[in-house]
């Protein structure tokens, strides 16, 4: 089956907003390996949705519309499906009784109301954040179209929990995806441990780059029923796992900082960080996860100097002899804040994010990271590869590299590389 | 002139990528006042490209290209242009010189080398980061194509650099465009505040929804020469600038947390942070600022009651009292971090960012902030509103108000609502 999606909006086309819906659902279609071949964005403008829409059916069997369905925009999207399918736009009565729900006592405008309206034969999906449902309609000559609101938080869901049972049914064979996330290493270097298993066709394995330092590894099974895919995907699984080695850190995981906290919950232990280049970005990632409050309490961010003789105990003298970008500085730190705030481990980083700031000896991107647990300190160097590559990659990296560091100690592997 | 879009790369069809790239053309397309009527999305596949390039040079008079110039892709873009414009490919000698002073004394394999040919007739855009030049070539039709490597920080110098100045000498007449930044009202109330502004054609005034409680208004000027066009936008500037009243935090800046470390700098004063519901996020925004070290010494994060208390002096039976989440505790913590890092302003915020942790008086989304100066304290609560937005959305609602806050202050607006 191929797939296309038709992004309507023309904030997208002044780039007010990025297709942030396009590339949630190419990542859901292939997860169910449905081949995407196209995404067009259009603005608010009926003529070229017309066309885009006219053009999409007589190529791809799936089409998908994100945006264009609320009440500002006059049900632009589905009154051009329902023109180009020859159908007259209906009541649906449940929306209308949900909207008035909604609203409550307050009146509803006919802008509103058109929200209840949709193409006659369609499917609706009803919408659990906002006030526009999507709907699936299916044309003569089979291409199946499905409407969305365009709010992420509104199509997520939607196409979740609605989407995407109806597009298993319609496949027929079942398939079984799973994604096996690394830290640490090169895509190239991936590649060439999987070997043949790149090659394979059922179940088939492939390599994504992700952001900042981590590779994705796909693995996706078709079988006659879920079960089955499952059970043939699952020893590929097993063999990516084993071929790549500690640098994977989860599989069918959302974040390295998700694998951290569940970790340190289930250890009922607490972690405790100290950050100067990287600003807050490590206490920020680690506090993105809900309950990370249970073992995080403590979160400081040491710019000056001062700051961390103070709050830390680095001594003023370390920092005079080694620079405060140092191993020895990184090091006082995580073990500074593990003691005064009584965790199991303190992570401390130290470093230059640039673009100033660097020397012929500590250029821009070097950082120094450390954690310190009950008995050892472990500390290890990032150093500046290549040109520049900004202020927001160096401290990434860096806070990636200092939570894959607690999540290979808390797994018992090696730390930071052998010296 | 219209302009489109041609997005090239497997990745943005399989959701690894989000298409930023897009949205940074887009914004600076409208910059020039030049009408992007469409986004196309095909993967690295020549005849879908070819037909995505065939059907854009038909309708639009720009055509710009975005990725599939690297090595790896086999210079796929450059091959379906020059096919398309009927042109050979040719060397470009300074190219290939830059290509080898990048590769030093490591050996240039032929998929390398490839990154120096050109469809005859196009002018080159170094690369200043990356291996993979750009180029532009008109067809005879008068199309111009634009071709663009795919990484961000490739595309973006080369496209300030290079492609804007030729847009603005083919376009001709000069256009000039600034972007008035807003934080705390709806799109909704600048809209009513604008009023007549929003229908006048030279200049134009238009508003855009930004993220995080942030409106946009973009006054663009058209005239004979850029002093003329700027001449023109600048008292429209200044009305609507009238208008809005002390919500503007800014004309052409980046970010709040801009705007707010600048006006720091310059003032040589210093905040510091205490987080608790928002862990880090209003200290990671501030350092992603270069240069905020000279102002942010001090960054807390005091998740938990024991932590505000042993780090900030928040007295234990404060928080017995009215609950971690208060005016009360809010504004301890802004004082607090403020006394003991000898900071001018100290900022704290407490809330309930959920999903879990609301109860009926406190419920999810409930969000205290203080700001504490030599002299007052000040303090406001954000309240939910309607469904639970998530809890990103909470925590960057909760720093943007607090950097707002500090932004009025040192402005000498007023800083909260009067009670």
Redesign the interface.
């Known amino acids: 089956m191929q797939a296309e999606i038709i ?1 309507v909006g023309t ?10 819906d ?9 997860v169910l390996g449905i081949d ?8 608010d ?1 009926p003529q ?1 949705l017309r066309e885009a829409l006219a053009q999409a059916m007589k190529r791809s069997q799936l089409v998908i519309t994100t945006g264009g369905l609320g009440p500002t925009m006059d049900d632009l999207t589905k009154k051009a499906v329902a023109d180009l399918l020859h159908r007259p736009m209906k009541l649906h009565e449940a929306s209308l009784t949900q909207l008035k729900e909604y609203f409550g006592t307050r009146p509803i405008g006919s802008n509103q109301e058109s929200q209840a309206y949709f193409p006659e034969g369609a499917q609706v999906f009803a919408n659990s ?1 906002g006030t526009a449902p999507g709907c699936a309609i299916t044309a003569e000559n089979g291409t199946l179209f499905m409407l969305f609101p365009g709010p992420p ?1 509104e199509l997520e869901p939607m196409f979740r929990n609605e989407a995407m049972p109806m597009l298993r049914k319609k496949i027929g064979s079942s398939i079984v995806s799973f994604m096996v996330r690394t830290f640490g290493q090169g895509e190239g270097d991936a590649a060439l441990k999987l070997g043949k298993l790149c090659a394979q066709t059922n179940p088939t394995v492939a390599t ?3 952001a900042h330092g981590e590779v ?1 590894v796909r693995v996706t099974a078709k079988g006659e029923t879920q079960a089955q895919a499952k059970a043939m995907a699952l020893p590929t699984v097993a063999e990516v796992r084993e071929r790549l080695g500690d640098v994977v850190y989860g599989v069918d995981v959302e974040s390295l900082e998700e694998v951290v906290i569940n970790t340190l919950i289930k250890r009922k232990e607490e972690v405790a ?1 100290a ?1 100067s280049c ?7 990632r ?3 996860i ?4 249970a073992v ?9 100097d ?2 961390k003789t103070r ?1 830390l105990g680095v001594p003023q003298e370390m920092i005079a002899r080694y620079g405060a970008v140092s191993r020895e500085v990184a090091s006082a730190m995580a073990e500074g804040v593990r003691m005064r ?1 009584a965790a199991d481990y303190g992570i401390g980083i130290t470093g230059i994010a ?4 660097g020397t012929p000896q500590k250029p821009v991107g070097t950082v120094w990271i450390a954690l310190a647990t009950k008995n050892k300190c472990y500390a290890t160097c990032l150093n500046p590869t290549g ?1 520049y ?4 990659v160096i401290r990434q990296r860096s806070v990636g590299k200092a939570l894959d560091m607690l999540r290979r100690c808390m797994e018992g592997k090696p730390v930071v590389p052998e010296e």
């Open positions: 992004s904030e997208l086309l002044l780039g007010h907003t990025v297709n942030t396009a590339a949630f659902i190419a990542r859901e279609l292939a995407l071949h196209n995404v067009t964005v259009v603005g403008n070229r954040i938080r994504y780059l992700g994705f960080t950050e990287t600003g807050g970005l490590l206490s920020k680690l506090t993105d809900p309950g990370s409050s995080f309490r403590t979160g400081l961010v040491t710019y000056a001062i700051t709050l705030s640039g673009p100033g700031g040109r590559a900004g202020r927001n």
